[in-house]
């Protein structure tokens, strides 16, 4: 079945202990996207990666990075975590945009609360 | 930086009534605009899309149109029914790649039976 994981999907953890929420998808996919979502405030991207190794800071990147050491996983690393990244975490992926079937699929969520 | 405003923030129509989203985009350079549905507790779909190169798009019941001189898309979805309840996002991609979005706040519908 294609689809996109996230892991863990629910976690509570106190304020700078580090933590890694893992994505990964099955549909070969070269972009992967990484977004957080706040009442009120839709998604906001958080970053994204066009392919290995290549990353881009999205709209709220402070306090967060990533890596893509390959194609089907993309971690978001909270080194730090503090309150406000409380929040609903989303994985995304597609394909490169020219391509037919383009279309950003999203994994189930995380929700993270920081105290 | 790109900004999309979406409105209204709530609506509520009765079932076989049609509902109409709009957004607005701040970048003329914002080529593909996604729209999303999201159910309470579920992830975002995609629902329909559209390019710069197109003015209109009908998936049975939905709709998508564009202005690109006014910088505004809409969504439209007629003959609603119960299951259409949910929270619709636009959304526009800034660097015509398909991978960097800004969204809208959202749009909670709620279709009376």
Known sequence: EAQVT?????????TGKKLTVTCSQNMNHEYMSWYRQDPGLGLRQI?????VE????????EGYKVSRKEKRNFPLILESPSPNQTSLYFCASSLRFGQLNYEQYFGPGTRLTVT | GENVEQHPSTLSVQEGDSAVIKCTYSDSASNYFPWYKQ???????????IRSN?????????????NKTAKHFSLHITETQPEDSAVYFCAADRDNYGQNFVFGPGTRLSVLP
Do not use: F, H
């Open chain 1, 47 to 51: 970053y994204y990666s066009m392919n």
């Open chain 2, 39 to 49: 159910e309470l507790g579920k992830r975002p779909q995609l629902i329909i899309d």
């Open chain 1, 6 to 14: 996230q892991n863990p999907r629910y976690l509570i953890t106190v």
């Open chain 1, 54 to 61: 290549v990353t881009d800071k999205g709209d709220v990147p």
């Open chain 2, 54 to 66: 197109v003015g209109e798009k009908k998936d049975q019941r939905i709709a998508v149109t564009l």
